[in-house]
């Protein structure tokens, strides 16, 4: 029976999980829609994590990274100042500026990258963001927001252990009272005279021919079963966690140090593969920073060694998808907005990286199935599906899902 | 107008026993079912315990595979990161593909620094955006295994400082004593290069540089000279042209700017509703080219009978012009009165009326030239002041070079990209003098036949990885750019001329310098050279408008010419020796793409065929593989007979390209090389013989052809209309819309009605349009990893092509309607087909056949595992890991367009030679190198599998992504399949046929439009325009 009830119960929560994604969804439609004025902290908290973070620590902090905390910076510079030496530093120092020229000196002259584009408003989210930031308590990573497929694919395991225990109780309560209805069944015959049947030895009855043949029906089924699922699990490599050439932690610059994820997998906004970053995207922070909390130097001296001798560093690649899947990163992460956690899992709590999900095409396709898409945001539907479009006014739908675009054919990965 | 009978090969016309036989079975090939009941293993009478001990194996050696640990694989990224690199995405760059007389302005698809494939770069006015199949294949070359990899001295590998200082002592020592030095190339289109040669000649003394093309058209320059005192190949105008007359001349095949002129001639041969006109186009030709098989009308004359026919001509023409006739012009009574309609055509059309020849005889041309002038042609589709730089041989100097080094008086001589050990009449000869010569160079990428001769093999890179310039007309300039470092220990030919000259610079600086000095004057949009330069690079092409056409006054001498012209025709058997569309010259005759890239008429792949007349075939009781020696002179060779219908009687056709000794793995040994039957005429080489013999051997040769693989059965496949029908009626000759239109939406299972929400992709092809060139079959190759199967499988009817062109032969004239009686009636007729048909008359059409995608498709419904099943966007999709490889998905597609993988020949799976290998072309794709043009976005289909045209799916998908990611709709024509890209006659149309807007759905509305058996309710998402042909009153 439980075999049964595992996909019913997964469908159950997976949409139960969809509404709640979907509902979380409204809350922060509805969040950035009501802070569309042209000085928000959340744009400037954006703009922070995008550009800032890098070189910069949260504004919570009190911590050199390889610029200095900007925790309380708008009560240290005027506003004016902070633009234009935002916008650009090198034309600020060049015009003489004491404050600025300072602050070269005092880092190393290691010149700041310049924010031309950046627009007034664009850099008062940002000190507004700073100013609202510096008053909060340091907390530490959030969990992850992410939501739906691999999460419910975890409940569904613990829940099926559940049922395996009761299964199993339940098998013993039933083999107790069978021995108690044979044994009062054996006494009553007893005390009524009745003819007593001879009565078996119990390892006899085990072993009777009936009960071979069923527990041999039941290895054959078991094993049938058993060779079933690790063959449909060879090539997949959940938790796969290899040791990689370099004690790199995502919990560190992820989790602590709350480095925005493409600013090192650039690739996944633009490209099929989300790409590891070059030693030199290392090194624009680790020209200063030779030091980390748990190896010390010994770690962060193998990116100066393979940028030193020209020798790219090995990585392990974690995630491997068979030559006949075609899965492209920035699909997702662009024009889906999909959180990288959705699939990496909680990556910024992880020192060493391991596989969160399991990549079986069923698992791609029950996100496909029942999650929601940029449907209603992206230009590129307004002229297609009508239908949906019409369903989504009238409210007969919720959300529309990527297999409702066509998400779950074959020739959408397989070509 | 009824339709006509049409037929592909002459066994389906006659349909003879063996025709029949083939065609009513299942599959091509015999299935060994009672061979492997009768077989030993199963008839053994202990079968039970080895069928025991084969599982006991099967099921241990599972159990050891499957505990095998997956394998480690690495992420190694940069060190530092070029910043226009992102993984994973394309790069475009511009460049061009020139090589000999062959051009072509391209942008090469890079991905991950490694080139994959070439498109057309729009922006060049010469090809615009057009490709040929060479250019496309060109990036297979790139990988060839076969190039040099290093520097060799007398065949041993040398550094490129050892071999410098050596020559520069030799040419020194030439220098001082005043020697020769003689550098021999193909036709330099680069700018830069001849400079730098004519500098090189200054810097040594006594150097001279000869042009050879094995192809020549020296017979056009020298005319050019003695009628206009100009030494040159003119530029011509196809599209001002409203009638065209050739005379042999391939212009849309292989005759000096062939991309370029195919998307001249398309502009008068599409029709609409808004534009029904179109150009004449008769061609006067012994062999069927694949510009006769577009013509409107095809004469077949005699090679011998050409002179006359160019006379017959002139003296009409001059007749109408009341100038004085000259003397000879006798030809049949069949070809005059074609020549009477074409000149009184062309007179009335005076100013747009083109004459082309193909012939590389300087007396013809004359005439040639001649007869334009009257037409006054000059200025309107022939320009003079706009000259072509193309197809520069001059058969004069190579001739002069040969006696000179048999003399033994040339000190030095330098081969550039050319071949003359293979590709002359007497290579042996030109091998055994370049024995004479004390310092032999040869820049050829390969040891190649001419390379083996020579003492220094300085191997030159590949066009991908070099920096050159090309002007392929007066001021029509483009650049190419390295796509890639050099895979090889090669250096650029250039860069080896400009060490020896002890210049500092290299070639890319000097190309700079030239551009400042002598191209960035003559513009002014740009005010820097920087940045004239970096958008010059960006887009490829540079071209200044081009010059005003100025009045030449005809001096040459048409008697003379005549006289030395008319009066050849000869009875006996003539040969005819001509170039191959797909391979040309033979240069790339090691490119598999090529090799299997079937003839657009004969439909042979790797073979050197003789083409014969259907007549003399019966006559002689030959058919189609049988073999014959053909001997002119000396020289004798064996070579397998097609029997061609639309062949001049009396004739054998011949194509150079193939014959090669050492070319590489691929090339070598296939065909035959019949450049020795080459002779040469005074000062032209000479392509035809009238003096040739031919015997029968007896001998039997399996040649491998693709158009027998499908029949028609009579279907009504094609449709076509002439120009006066179709003005009258735009719907004449679309038989089968509006018959089965009235069925639509009649169905037993409306649960399978498709709704297409969003988009639903549809092609049109326009057969007015499609030339049958064979580009499209080399792009999609590419495109789809399609792999190359070899001689041996393709005679098994196992060739992969995912999009092939279909050639449909009928007679001239034939405007029976097919019907099942009449078909049966026909084949009542079997041989009899003789007395009533000229076999000389025949009408071709070429039909791309590919995956129709239907909507009720065939193949879907059959399919036991649902490995191929229907998009909601209207693609028939094929998903290869779900395919068990049953086949009944090809047994069912009307079409036959699934390919099945009977082997592993991409080496998909793991054991790298454990992979079919009878055919060297078959394991082209084992070696690391050769997988790097492999396209990462499509799957390396493993054996076992179906494979079909996936409307390209990787470059939708990609269109559709990157208008998702810049949040805006698609755009029409944003999303193009390989096949419509890589056309030169834009004969393809491609998109959202939901969008009532885009192009392809205005094609839904065409009265022209029509489905291939639309009879059988699939409802393809392919329609096809019907053929209009302008062939009335042509005689």
Redesign the interface.
Known sequence: MTFYYKPSRIAELTRVSAKIVFLFSFVFYFNSSVSNAAVSVADGQKLYANNCRSCHVTPDKDQVLVGPSLKNIDKKRSEAWLISWIRNNVALRASGDKDAIAIFEEYKKASMTQFLSFTDDDIKSIIAYINDASNKVPVAATAPTAGSAGADEENADSYTGILWVVVVVLMGISFLIFRINNNLRHYAGEKIGDEIPEERPFFKAIFSKGNVALMLFMCVMFLGYWMVK??QG??R?RDYQ?IQPIKFSHKIHAGQNQINCLYCH??AE????A???????CMNCHKAIKEGPITGTAEIAKIYA??DN????????IH?L???V?F?H??HV??GEVACQTCHGPIETMDEVKQFSSLSMGWCVNCHRNTGTTFEQ???Y???????HDELKTGKIKHVTGGD??GT????C?? | MENKSYWKGLAELEETPEFIHERDKEFAEELPIEEIFNSNFVQKPRARRDFLKMLGFSVTAATVAASCKIPVRQAIPYIIKPEEIVPGLANYYASTYADGSDYCSILVKTRDGRPIKIEGNSHSTITKGGTSARAQASILSLYDKARTSAPEKEGKIIEWSAADSDIKNQLAAIKTKGGNIRILSSTVLSPSTKNLIAEFGTYYGNTRHIVFEPMSNSGIISANEKSFGKKLIPGYNFDRAKVIVSFAADFLGTWISPIEFTKQYVTNRKVSKAKAEMSRHYQFESNVSLTGSNADKRIAIKPSEEGDAIIALYNMIAGFAGKTAVTGGKVSDKAAKSLNKAAAEMWANKGASLVVCGSNNTNSQILINAINDILGSYGNTIDLDNYSNVAQGNDKDFSDLLTEMEAGSVDALIIYNTNPVYSFSKGKKFGEALKKIGLTISFNDRNDETTSFVKYHLPDNHFLESWNDAEVKLGKYSLSQPCINPIFNTRQAADSLLKWMDSADDYSNLIKKNWEKYVFPTQTQELSFQSFWDNCVRVGVYEKAATATTTFAFAGDVNAAASGLGGKKSDGMELLIFESVGLGNGKYANNPWLLENPDPITKVVWDTVAMISVPYGKENNLVEGDMIEVSAGDFKLELPVVLQPGMANNTIAVAVGLGREKCGRAGNGVGKNVYPFVTMNVDTMNYSNSSVSVKPTGNKYELAITQTHGTIEGRNILQETTLSEYKKNPKSGNHSSEEFEKIDGVTLYPQTIHKYEGLRWGMNIDLNSCIGCGACQVACSAENNVPVVGKDEVRRVHEMHWIRIDRYYSFAGDKERVTKESHSNAIGLGNQYDDVKDWEDIEVVHQPMLCQHCENAPCENVCPVAATNHSSEGLNQMTYNRCIGTRYCANNCPYKVRRFNWFDYTTADSFPWNTYNKSEGVAMMIDDLTRMVLNPDVTVRSRGVIEKCSFCVQKLQDAKLTAKKQDRPLGDGEAKTACQSACPADAIVFGDVNNKETAVAKTREDERNYHVLAELHVKPSIGYMVKVRNNENMA
């Open positions: 690790e063959g060879l090539g490599s290899p650039s690739g633009k490209s099929k593969v790409s590891i970053p070059s030693v030199s995207v393979a940028f020209n020798q790219p560093i090995k990585w392990v690649k491997n068979p030559d006949h075609y492209n920035s699909q662009k024009a992206n230009k590129y307004e002229p297609l599906f009508t239908r949906l675009l066509g054919e074959c020739q959408k397989h070509y």
